[in-house]
């Protein structure tokens, strides 16, 4: 037993800055215990919540979506080794901006329901993120493109395949007979081996044409730099889980990555050796929070010009400490004192460290800093170590900003007449300066294939629907060069094609199928007598055995460094310009936009800022009252002579003089959900500015907006807001290493903590008993549990309005905590879903017995019994039930109702949710076991959320076996209950986080008082 001192923390967490300011606006959320009782739907919100139909949302009234009305796969005769009813399991690929990753979908009858990630997979590791989540609502869209349109005259007429067969034929062999002069061809970057293949046999038959790729999130600054430092083309790769010290500079290597997936579970199992030995120590510079900087050890808010300038001085000092070439000459003129404070004590622990360190840089900082992090790694002896290198696998082609700059010049000089857009969204994306929305209708032939209908299609000649890449054929090439095989799990919803077919086609003038073309392509590789049984398992596998890049021992050239120093004395000496704030652009929910009709992703909190359905302008609270602008006041941007408005966010952590504003969003066809949703940053985004902008000015305009936030929704009200710190314990615990080390079991110190009791005789179990655990040392907060968990449990979206009433119905959250002074605030995660406890306080205040406790310890929801009196949402201290106010599932039809997971009942208006652990993945690895007449092994039932983390921070399993790893967790000395000293007696416990805070920082040595 603790000591019976209760102890008074210093670390004070708070959600918001209205809760730490005890706002009004925040006493609302926490003194109502439901949101307030809405009227019924009006007809003028009826309509705007008809608008978020998604492939999640009720429909009613819409039915013209046209969808083949036969059965897709149609069982006359049952398939050799299928059961109908029974899920397979598929290995395929995601392409997302010329990265793939690998994925294993699960099918029903022929209908992909899940995803997962490929446990083969060198970046996935069977993780995956929330873009490949939601995957399958993307599928199941009804806004997707269902038929081909032509525009001529002033008008549109919607041919069939066949037309455009016959329309390509003519047209594409008269640009074959000259050579293509006067085609061009604008695609988005695609790792596909097969499409590369396909790309190349293009230009071959027709060697005049021009090809140009862009990417509006562009990872070619790192790429340039690589160029810079080793005057060749290679890719880098960071081995974060061999590194002790990593230092990220305006990087989030963990989330915002083509290698995230790896790089999270790396570093998670470098902070996960924190019981042998030190773990790794993660040092973040940066303007806006990311995920990268929520768990680092030492973070560091700058302006963005600031970034370069303290690698700068980082070099500097290490040159001064002979780690770096002598005569360098590198210092950064005038930098802030603390700065430079900051860049001594970075080498200092650099030095101390060395090799076993990573400097890595992000992609919004010039090509030069990401040089000179290279030559940085080079000199502390870390290459080859925890950074590799290879071979750049598309070494060949410009910048995107140069290849769409090429393009609207062409334009302009009136050299395209036909042009072939494959992907993408130019029209929306394409930097401001260039007007290639309007410079698209000059082209006498523009041909688009694309999965939607949108802003670039409506200027195009030609609209052709894509396949999705659940439907199609396919390959994929992942960030460190592994290809993948992606096979379909069902046919073309609406008859579409994907890039390599059509490609086929208008190369050849015959229309190759996907599968073909894919065999083709690896028949290059793998052939030879036993291609057939390497081809077999390679689309098994979902991974081609031995197909990775290998590892180049290479290093920087000599004259590196003479060559930067021009680049690097400029960034140095620089200054901020004068006036406004620093704007820095960060990716959004929906990447860059192209998931924008994702319900799913739209209704996601952000993991920072807990924002949904919008992107807003982050201001830091004293940037804000500088400006004289309030948390959800609209403001008016202006620089070099264009206007956007938009909302402010009060962010805590956003270094001061500087905003941010996500991309994304401001879409106007986009599709039902996502058109009018936030505003569109594009407008002040310029090629040469592409990563942040100086002297932005703001003025605020005096009217508010409405920002659905979830930050204060389901506040934990620990007994009174006056008696929180000397009554309660903390809901996070975590310590620093130095205390670790001297209290290790620091977690039973930060609440009195008494013996479980009981008024009634306990349940002796005498077979399973399901339990969880947390590990906050390895979350990253990233989300995708969140995602997983609304895929497999059929989980509804309710849209903008109902968030921002409270009625969100997510069974599992994030919550999101700061400490310390707002404008220096430091985050800590905890994810939080029904905790089943032994003693549910549900369980005794439901009258009908709707929520009860099984013989295997799951607090389980009979759903036809509930009447929804919400008495057991009343009395659950962690609020993880959810109420369904509405029908949110009335009247699907029949294209919608394909996403439902069948093993998951759909619940309807009236009846209380929430997490089940996912009882359905119990009870099928239950039935499985009892068939093969074996025991469950331990690590065989995984729910979505653990199946899903990157990190593999959750684990589930039986605590009735000693030996399993979550009863290993629960006995583990950094374990803890939430809320426990109410005697609820949680099965889900959380091992509390051990932060590393450099020597002689603020948060180092800082304890807590017991």
Known sequence: MSSMKNPVPDKKYWRSLGELGETAEFRRWLESEFPAAMPELSSSSRRSFLRLMGASMALAGLTACRWPKETILPFARRPEGRVPGVPERYATVIDVAGAACGLLVTSYDGRPIKVEGNPRHPISRGATDALAQAAVLELYDPDRSTRLVRREGGQQVHPSWSDFDAFAAGAFAELRSRGGRGLHVLSGANSSPSFQRMAAEFRRSFPQARWHEYEALSRDNERQGVRMAFGQPLRAHLRLERAAVIACFDADPIHDHPAALAYARDFADSRRRVDESDPSRLYAVESAYSLTGAVADRRLAVRPAEVGRILVALAGELAGRGLFPAGAGLAAADLDPRLTAFAAALAEDLAAHAPEVVVTVG????????????????????????????????????????????????????????????GGNPAYDAPVELGLAEKLGQVDQTLRLGLYEDETSEVCTWHLPMAHFLETWGDGRAWDGTVSVAQPLIEPLYGGRSAIELLSLLTTGTLSRGHAIVRRTLEA??????????????????????????????????????????????????????????????????????????????????????????????????????????????????????????????????????????????????????????????????????GWLEAVRVTPLGRSYPLSCTQDHFAIDQLGRDETSRRVGELVREADLTEYREQPDFVHHRVHEMEPMSMWKEWEYDGHKWGMAIDLNTCIGCSACVVACQAENNTPVVGKQRVGEGREMHWLRIDRYYKGEPDEAGIAFQPVACHHCEDAPCESVCPVAATVHDSEGLNVMVYNRCVGTRYCSNNCPYKVRHFNYFNYHKNLTELEALVHNPEVTVRSRGVMEKCTYCTQRIQAVKIQAANDQRPIADGEIVPACAQVCPTQAIVFGDLSDPDSRVARAHAHQRAYGMLEELNVKPRTRYLGKVRNPPPGSAEHGSKEHH
Request: glycine share 12%.
């Open 525 to 690: 590789s793998l052939g030879g007598a036993g291609f057939e049984k390497a081809w077999r398992r390679s689309v098994h596998d979902g991974v081609v055995e031995g197909s990775a890049l290998p590892e180049l021992k290479v290093r920087p050239a000599k004259s590196a460094i003479d060559a930067l120093r021009p680049d690097l004395a400029a960034l140095a000496g620089s200054t901020t310009g004068e006036g406004g704030i620093e704007l820095v652009f960060t990716r959004g929910a929906t990447f860059d936009g192209r998931y924008a009709n994702n319900a799913w992703l739209q209704e996601l909190p952000d993991p920072l800022t807990k924002l949904t359905w919008d992107n807003a302008l982050l201001l830091g609270p004293s940037t804000a009252e500088a400006l004289g602008a309030e948390h959800g006041e609209m403001v008016a941007l202006e620089v070099e002579g264009r206007r956007l408005e938009v909302p402010v966010f009060v962010a805590p952590g956003q270094a001061r003089g500087t905003g941010a504003l996500a991309l994304g969003y401001g879409r106007r066809k986009a599709g039902r959900v996502g058109d009018g949703v936030g505003v569109d940053a594009n407008i002040l985004r310029s090629a040469a500015r592409a």
């Open 363 to 422: 992609p919004r900082q010039p090509a030069a800093i990401h040089a000179l992090a290279h030559l940085i790694n080079d000199a502390l002896g870390a290459l080859g170590r925890t950074v590799t290198l290879t071979a750049d696998p598309d070494d060949q082609r410009p910048s995107h900003f140069e290849a769409i700059a090429e393009l609207a010049a062409a334009i302009d000089a009136g050299a395209v007449e036909t042009l072939l857009i494959i």
